[in-house]
């Protein structure tokens, strides 16, 4: 792992023109709606990214996601609304308790593996959802919450500062997922995500590491959530703590490849737009549900890395085949077998 | 001092008692057999060794410290390494990274980069020895039931266990290997290391036994130097008249 | 303490919503028991069922119960090829992604159905479903009585079919262990894929009891879902007498709760009760790796 923080300029280049264009983005995108539409994809790569912390990292797929995005959503609306804390520092503060919640249920939430922890992540947004609407005194029951407009700008404005909000929380949710894949947890976590207990019989701290996974992913969901609060300002619980919901951002995970780190931002890139402009031109989010569910099982059956590996895959039948020879092969740069990150 | 001490370990699982009273001792540098047929609880005396199940009674001790109740991965950071008789790797990385992968818990606190590229050495040693090292890049998974099962050991080894504890390591593995398994053995007792084995034939490797305990249906039916235990047949012949 | 008045209310309402819980939990049990996977859909296909009998109900005036009828053998072949076609193929060693799939075909089915009937809440039109009869000093909901009647019947045809016919033997000794039952001679996946069939008839029963008790709106699968698998986990999964047992003490709980405290808080005690057992159970369930630890 020696070479794993040098800095490759050849790979640095694709990242940072990405970074480049989409800095400059609002630019060119001069309809309110497509400001819209551009800051909502960067809102659910960051979710996408965040959810890899856990089901990529670790294996552990969630469907409850969205009880993390809807604490950290309510939290910052209450904030607003209840304790008159108007300002945008407000989504610190909401991210880092939606952490530490979800420390707490974490802790029995992990005991739970494979097919099970999957259907217990829906026990968490049914629970969180009817909290929500039932603690009418906090949270506006089934009405929600309106959050007033704390800027004072048009809603075409609010689009473009929340474009830059949503890109600075994807830049720290990307540089996360990729420090820890890159530090000697990265190999830890890829033998967690193989064989929990063949790793854990080996002297890996299996329990801590999915812990901080599980908190991370969450704290940085409930940070998108709460800057979701000040920005679209009405939430709904029903929308907010939908399994839909759960299930698209994983399935931008999955579709884009769990093992790699743009690999939900890819599949929100294809899933977002493309979502909105079926609601758009149809005017109802059901064709977006069963396009949703029709590509999850095609994802399952036919591409189970997701579209990274499978572009990879066509790459690599062009090269040649490696030599055998020892010796050759040390003087060759380690790739290894585990994804290929930039 | 011994390395490790079992004694009187009882463990049943639902109506099956799987352990009936096992007392085993190893010392340091040393190489132990246990044998015995099918269901005889051998694997279960690994896990409760291994601490991947709690013995229901009995005590076990680690050079004097009692280790019943700890988390697997706490025993194997105190020292005891173990395989499986299915040959478990991690299918997904490569046979070198998972032989890091046995080297990772010495790699805390600084200077751990410099401590993995020792692993990494370290592993290539073994995986040369073995044969095996231009799979090193290869996927885990494609390699054949007694090529996982030799990295395993590998990967077992590159942790410097004192103790190390082999499920059936020759099963599958071709005469030459097990011969090379067997010097690897060696070297670990020279250094003060000690092995514990499951093993189900004779092979170089059982030639290499300091003592042997059969186990029968959770009891220990006989004990003693290897040389006074021959194959596995002809003990159960005897000591159970079958 | 609630008045004894409310305690027969919710006890009569618990009673009647525990069998058709009970027939509902009964066909994702059997489909567990085939596949070892939990059927996300199952709950899907229920309203689907619903949606299909309000269909025939609003074109030809049918009768749910006797759409029910023509429903159930429909599914019973969209299961079979579903098994033979779908499952088989994601079933091989991860759980994970067998769930997912399951998911996927939950999502897909909610997504039809709003497409083709509109998102707006439906309703079978059956003025004497509303009206309510004194039961032992309860009143009760007529719609609820039939479905609980209807629900019994159906119930007593599957359990029939499982103890008497050859079939349902077959059926019951590959859930108990598949390998065993090829050794005998029994076409494991034939059987299989025709249990799943039978598995989703009986949600085209449901479905049906459905319509003589709510109204219904595409999302509504998941609150359904939510009480089956707290009904099947905590009844023990693949065990049909512990998921009715289960049933019926769910519907009761859950009648009582909402009788005396609030709905919304009642639905959470399938919620926790389900996150708990998830938690405490000690053994590896839904296809998980068995941990030996935790034996």
Same mark, same amino acid.
């Given at each position: 792992?020696?070479?794993?923080?040098?800095?490759?300029?050849?790979?640095?280049?694709?990242?940072?023109?990405?970074?480049?264009?989409?800095?400059?983005?609002?630019?060119?995108?001069?309809?309110?709606?497509?400001?819209?539409?551009?800051?909502?994809?960067?809102?659910?790569?960051?979710?996408?990214?965040?959810?890899?912390?856990?089901?990529?990292?670790?294996?552990?797929?969630?469907?409850?996601?969205?009880?993390?995005?809807?604490?950290?959503?309510?939290?910052?609306?209450?904030?607003?609304?209840?304790?008159?804390?108007?300002?945008?520092?407000?989504?610190?503060?909401?991210?880092?308790?939606?952490?530490?919640?979800?420390?707490?249920?974490?802790?029995?939430?992990?005991?739970?593996?494979?097919?099970?922890?999957?259907?217990?992540?829906?026990?968490?947004?049914?629970?969180?959802?009817?909290?929500?609407?039932?603690?009418?005194?906090?949270?506006?029951?089934?009405?929600?919450?309106?959050?007033?407009?704390?800027?004072?700008?048009?809603?075409?404005?609010?689009?473009?500062?929340?474009?830059?909000?949503?890109?600075?929380?994807?830049?720290?949710?990307?540089?996360?997922?990729?420090?820890?894949?890159?530090?000697?947890?990265?190999?830890?976590?890829?033998?967690?995500?193989?064989?929990?207990?063949?790793?854990?019989?080996?002297?890996?701290?299996?329990?801590?590491?999915?812990?901080?996974?599980?908190?991370?992913?969450?704290?940085?969901?409930?940070?998108?959530?709460?800057?979701?609060?000040?920005?679209?300002?009405?939430?709904?619980?029903?929308?907010?703590?939908?399994?839909?919901?759960?299930?698209?951002?994983?399935?931008?995970?999955?579709?884009?490849?769990?093992?790699?780190?743009?690999?939900?931002?890819?599949?929100?890139?294809?899933?977002?737009?493309?979502?909105?402009?079926?609601?758009?031109?149809?005017?109802?989010?059901?064709?977006?549900?069963?396009?949703?569910?029709?590509?999850?099982?095609?994802?399952?059956?036919?591409?189970?890395?997701?579209?990274?590996?499978?572009?990879?895959?066509?790459?690599?039948?062009?090269?040649?085949?490696?030599?055998?020879?020892?010796?050759?092969?040390?003087?060759?740069?380690?790739?290894?077998?585990?994804?290929?990150?930039? | 001092?011994?390395?490790?001490?079992?004694?009187?370990?009882?463990?049943?699982?639902?109506?099956?008692?799987?352990?009936?009273?096992?007392?085993?001792?190893?010392?340091?540098?040393?190489?132990?057999?246990?044998?015995?047929?099918?269901?005889?609880?051998?694997?279960?005396?690994?896990?409760?060794?291994?601490?991947?199940?709690?013995?229901?009674?009995?005590?076990?001790?680690?050079?004097?410290?009692?280790?019943?109740?700890?988390?697997?991965?706490?025993?194997?950071?105190?020292?005891?390494?173990?395989?499986?008789?299915?040959?478990?790797?991690?299918?997904?990385?490569?046979?070198?990274?998972?032989?890091?992968?046995?080297?990772?818990?010495?790699?805390?606190?600084?200077?751990?980069?410099?401590?993995?590229?020792?692993?990494?050495?370290?592993?290539?040693?073994?995986?040369?020895?073995?044969?095996?090292?231009?799979?090193?890049?290869?996927?885990?998974?494609?390699?054949?039931?007694?090529?996982?099962?030799?990295?395993?050991?590998?990967?077992?080894?590159?942790?410097?266990?004192?103790?190390?504890?082999?499920?059936?390591?020759?099963?599958?593995?071709?005469?030459?290997?097990?011969?090379?398994?067997?010097?690897?053995?060696?070297?670990?007792?020279?250094?003060?290391?000690?092995?514990?084995?499951?093993?189900?034939?004779?092979?170089?490797?059982?030639?290499?036994?300091?003592?042997?305990?059969?186990?029968?249906?959770?009891?220990?039916?006989?004990?003693?130097?290897?040389?006074?235990?021959?194959?596995?047949?002809?003990?159960?012949?005897?000591?159970?008249?079958? | 303490?609630?008045?004894?008045?409310?305690?027969?209310?919710?006890?009569?309402?618990?009673?009647?919503?525990?069998?058709?819980?009970?027939?509902?939990?009964?066909?994702?049990?059997?489909?567990?028991?085939?596949?070892?996977?939990?059927?996300?859909?199952?709950?899907?296909?229920?309203?689907?069922?619903?949606?299909?009998?309000?269909?025939?109900?609003?074109?030809?005036?049918?009768?749910?119960?006797?759409?029910?009828?023509?429903?159930?053998?429909?599914?019973?072949?969209?299961?079979?090829?579903?098994?033979?076609?779908?499952?088989?193929?994601?079933?091989?060693?991860?759980? &994970?992604?067998?769930?997912?799939?399951?998911?996927?075909? @939950?999502? $897909?089915?909610?997504? %039809?159905?709003?497409?083709? #009937? !509109? +998102?707006?809440?439906?309703?079978?039109?059956?003025?004497?479903?509303?009206?309510?009869?004194?039961?032992?000093?309860?009143?009760?909901?007529?719609?609820?009585?039939?479905?609980?009647?209807?629900?019994?019947?159906?119930?007593?045809?599957?359990?029939?079919?499982?103890?008497?016919?050859?079939?349902?033997?077959?059926?019951?000794?590959?859930?108990?262990?598949?390998?065993?039952?090829?050794? &005998?001679?029994?076409?494991?996946?034939?059987?299989?894929? @025709?249990? $799943?069939?039978?598995? %989703?008839?009986?949600?085209? #029963? !449901? +479905?049906?009891?459905?319509?003589?008790?709510?109204?219904?709106?595409?999302?509504?699968?998941?609150?359904?879902?939510?009480?089956?698998?707290?009904?099947?986990?905590?009844?023990?999964?693949?065990?049909?007498?512990?998921?009715?047992?289960?049933?019926?003490?769910?519907?009761?709980?859950?009648?009582?709760?909402?009788?005396?405290?609030?709905?919304?808080?009642?639905?959470?005690?399938?919620?926790?009760?389900?996150?708990?057992?998830?938690?405490?159970?000690?053994?590896?369930?839904?296809?998980?790796?068995?941990?030996?630890?935790?034996?």
């Amino acid at each position: 792992m020696s070479d794993a923080l040098r800095f490759d300029k050849r790979r640095a280049a694709l990242p940072l023109a990405l970074a480049c264009v989409a800095a400059l983005l609002p630019i060119f995108a001069t309809s309110s709606y497509l400001r819209f539409v551009a800051a909502l994809t960067l809102m659910y790569m960051t979710v996408a990214t965040a959810w890899n912390i856990l089901g990529g990292l670790t294996g552990y797929v969630s469907l409850g996601h969205a009880a993390f995005f809807g604490f950290g959503a309510y939290a910052a609306g209450i904030a607003v609304v209840r304790l008159d804390l108007a300002h945008t520092w407000v989504v610190l503060p909401a991210g880092l308790l939606t952490g530490v919640v979800a420390g707490l249920i974490g802790r029995a939430a992990l005991r739970a593996r494979a097919g099970s922890f999957v259907i217990l992540t829906l026990t968490l947004v049914y629970i969180s959802g009817l909290v929500a609407q039932g603690w009418r005194g906090l949270t506006g029951g089934s009405r929600g919450i309106i959050v007033p407009n704390i800027y004072g700008v048009p809603r075409t404005e609010l689009h473009v500062r929340f474009y830059y909000v949503f890109l600075a929380l994807l830049v720290v949710t990307l540089m996360t997922w990729w420090v820890i894949r890159r530090s000697r947890f990265g190999l830890a976590f890829m033998a967690l995500r193989d064989d929990e207990d063949r790793a854990e019989s080996l002297g890996i701290p299996t329990t801590t590491l999915k812990m901080c996974a599980f908190v991370l992913s969450a704290s940085l969901t409930g940070l998108a959530g709460a800057a979701y609060a000040l920005w679209f300002r009405l939430l709904d619980p029903g929308f907010v703590f939908s399994i839909g919901w759960s299930a698209s951002v994983a399935l931008m995970a999955l579709l884009g490849g769990t093992r790699h780190l743009w690999g939900p931002c890819l599949g929100a890139l294809i899933l977002v737009p493309s979502g909105e402009y079926l609601l758009h031109e149809f005017g109802t989010s059901e064709i977006h549900l069963a396009l949703s569910g029709a590509l999850l099982i095609v994802v399952v059956l036919v591409l189970p890395g997701g579209v990274i590996p499978a572009l990879q895959n066509l790459r690599a039948r062009r090269r040649i085949v490696e030599p055998f020879d020892e010796d050759a092969r040390s003087a060759m740069p380690r790739r290894t077998t585990a994804g290929v990150i930039p | 001092m011994t390395l490790l001490r079992a004694g009187a370990l009882r463990r049943t699982f639902g109506g099956v008692t799987a352990l009936d009273g096992v007392d085993v001792e190893i010392a340091h540098g040393e190489i132990g057999g246990i044998i015995g047929p099918n269901g005889s609880g051998k694997t279960t005396l690994f896990d409760c060794i291994t601490g991947w199940c709690r013995p229901d009674s009995g005590d076990l001790l680690l050079e004097g410290r009692p280790i019943t109740g700890l988390s697997p991965h706490r025993i194997a950071r105190l020292g005891i390494g173990r395989t499986f008789q299915t040959g478990r790797l991690f299918p997904n990385l490569s046979v070198l990274e998972n032989i890091l992968v046995g080297g990772w818990q010495r790699q805390r606190g600084r200077g751990h980069r410099a401590r993995a590229s020792e692993t990494t050495e370290l592993g290539l040693a073994h995986l040369r020895r073995l044969g095996l090292a231009h799979f090193a890049d290869q996927p885990a998974g494609t390699l054949s039931y007694g090529q996982r099962k030799l990295v395993e050991v590998a990967q077992v080894l590159v942790g410097d266990p004192k103790l190390v504890l082999l499920d059936e390591p020759t099963a599958g593995v071709n005469a030459q290997n097990v011969d090379v398994l067997a010097g690897l053995l060696v070297d670990l007792r020279d250094n003060g290391q000690s092995v514990l084995i499951i093993e189900h034939e004779t092979s170089s490797v059982t030639s290499l036994l300091d003592h042997v305990v059969v186990l029968d249906r959770g009891r220990i039916v006989a004990r003693g130097a290897a040389s006074e235990i021959e194959s596995g047949a002809s003990v159960l012949e005897r000591h159970l008249g079958v | 303490m609630p008045s004894s008045w409310l305690f027969i209310q919710g006890l009569g309402l618990g009673v009647l919503a525990g069998g058709v819980y009970a027939l509902l939990a009964s066909g994702l049990t059997l489909s567990f028991g085939i596949m070892r996977v939990v059927q996300l859909s199952h709950a899907a296909f229920l309203v689907l069922a619903a949606y299909l009998s309000y269909l025939l109900f609003a074109t030809v005036g049918m009768n749910p119960l006797l759409a029910a009828v023509l429903i159930a053998p429909l599914f019973y072949v969209v299961g079979n090829l579903l098994y033979r076609g779908l499952l088989t193929r994601a079933g091989t060693g991860n759980p &994970v992604m067998s769930v997912l799939v399951t998911f996927g075909l @939950a999502l $897909f089915i909610e997504g %039809l159905i709003g497409v083709t #009937a !509109g +998102g707006i809440y439906r309703t079978v039109d059956l003025p004497w479903a509303y009206e309510s009869i004194g039961v032992f000093g309860a009143r009760l909901p007529v719609g609820r009585i039939v479905a609980f009647g209807a629900a019994c019947v159906t119930l007593g045809m599957l359990f029939a079919l499982l103890r008497w016919t050859r079939f349902g033997r077959a059926v019951r000794a590959t859930m108990q262990d598949r390998d065993a039952a090829r050794l &005998v001679g029994i076409d494991v996946e034939r059987v299989s894929a @025709a249990a $799943f069939g039978v598995a %989703l008839a009986t949600t085209a #029963a !449901g +479905g049906a009891c459905l319509t003589l008790i709510t109204t219904f709106h595409p999302a509504m699968h998941w609150e359904w879902l939510a009480r089956l698998l707290a009904i099947v986990v905590i009844g023990g999964l693949g065990s049909l007498v512990g998921a009715g047992l289960a049933a019926f003490a769910m519907g009761i709980v859950e009648a009582m709760l909402a009788v005396t405290v609030d709905p919304t808080w009642a639905a959470m005690a399938f919620y926790l009760a389900l996150f708990l057992v998830l938690v405490l159970r000690p053994h590896g369930l839904l296809g998980d790796p068995i941990s030996v630890r935790r034996a």
